[in-house]
């Protein structure tokens, strides 16, 4: 195999870089400067041809299976949610869909999350789910093992043994995978999940069924949530605000604050923030906002997320920021030892570590 990714570092290293402090008198600072002479270099143009390729192919290689069984997986959707079970479903039909979804396809999926081709239909949600499982091909555990839910209880679990919480809110669940694992690490926890997708909340609420997990899930704005004020004792999201605008984030968050308990936990899961990398990784990540229909990724990463917390209502105090590592890449008694901040987690890329901010309200 070869990683055309880190390749790509080290002819950068060995030769554009050097270029540009020849041009400027000055080492590349921003990732602006690097995209500035990265996107005339012919190694980044094959590898973002080939990059924006496979992302395509991620969809269209699940597409005509999902296409050919729509018909048989609606039903069963739909046949699991009459039956008596756990958990509940409820859908809002009359609900507007945020701009920030129906601009574009996301990750240029067919549909983006959120197109119903039929009545009842799951096959927008089915095609998430197997094209993710596709992309994360070599990160296992960001797909079915719902790692970053899992590796995130965890580290609170281990890092603050007191917090047992009892009802949670997980904002833009998708198809549920980063909401079950929370119930798995604390037992007595009663899952709540909004989203606007209708066919992914279908299939989130079928799949949580089957497994026998008691989740509520609710098709909402997250933006305005119908939750009485101080509804829960924690409240999560996992690749959810890099998609958004920053007004929706700052809205996303009061939200969060209201709908926490004081002494309720926020939790994030995100990119890392533009200044807690190097510019040649801040450049690398930042193509998803050039080439993947992912406009907000590159300001989301500059937004300040002490600052955007405390505008929220949290205080400066419960605010934390940092890396933990992926639960399973590292032995438990490092995990714990890296949770209770006693050694630092892995560094950032494929899936070794995930990057959270939060607040204690
Ligand atoms: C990238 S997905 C999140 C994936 C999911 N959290 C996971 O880790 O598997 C973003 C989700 O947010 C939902 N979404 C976007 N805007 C929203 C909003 N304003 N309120 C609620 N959900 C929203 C989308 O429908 C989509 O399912």
């Not at 500035?36 to 590898?47: C, I, L, N, S, T």
């Not at 799951?122 to 596709?134: E, K, Q, R």
């Not at 980063?178 to 989130?204: N, T």
């Amino acid at each position: 195999m070869v990683d055309l990714a880190q390749q790509m570092r080290r002819h950068y290293h060995a030769s554009v870089e050097p270029q540009f402090r020849q041009q400027h008198g000055r080492a590349p600072q921003h990732a602006t400067d690097i995209r500035q002479v990265m996107r005339e270099d012919g190694f980044f143009k094959a590898w973002s041809a080939l990059r924006y390729a496979a992302q395509q192919q991620t969809w269209w290689s699940v597409q005509p299976q999902v296409e050919r069984n729509t018909a048989a997986i609606t039903a069963e959707a739909a046949a699991v949610a009459r039956r008596r079970g756990r958990g509940s479903l409820q859908l809002n039909a009359t609900l507007p869909m945020p701009r920030d979804v129906t601009a574009m396809d996301i990750h240029l999926m067919p549909g983006c999350f959120h197109t119903e081709y039929s009545p009842g239909d799951v096959s927008t949600a089915a095609m998430y789910w197997h094209g993710t499982a596709v992309f994360s091909a070599g990160l296992k555990m960001r797909h079915n093992g719902g790692g970053v839910a899992r590796s995130i209880a965890q580290f609170l679990r281990y890092s603050r043994p007191e917090f047992k919480p009892r009802h949670m809110l997980d904002i833009g669940c998708s198809a549920g995978n980063q909401l079950l694992p929370y119930l798995d690490v604390y037992p007595k926890l009663v899952g709540h999940g909004v989203d606007v997708s209708a066919p992914l909340l279908r299939y989130a609420h079928a799949r949580a069924r089957s497994l026998g997990y008691t989740v509520h899930y609710s098709q909402q704005d997250a933006r305005e949530l119908d939750y009485p004020d101080g509804s829960f004792d924690l409240v999560v999201s996992s690749f959810f605000l890099h998609e958004q605008s920053p007004t929706t984030n700052r809205k996303v968050l009061r939200e969060a604050y209201r709908v926490l308990r004081p002494g309720g936990i926020m939790v994030h899961m995100e990119l890392p923030p533009a200044d807690a990398v190097d510019p040649y990784y801040n450049f690398y990540l930042d193509w998803d906002a050039y080439y993947n229909n992912e406009p907000h990724y590159a300001s989301f990463r500059k937004f300040d997320l002490a600052t955007e917390c405390a505008k929220a209502g949290f205080s400066a105090e419960g605010y934390f920021a940092r890396r933990i590592p992926n639960w399973g890449t590292v032995r438990e008694s490092e995990f714990a030892e890296s949770a209770r901040g006693e050694r630092p987690a892995p560094e950032h890329g494929n899936g070794a570590s995930w990057y959270i901010f939060g607040a204690v309200r």
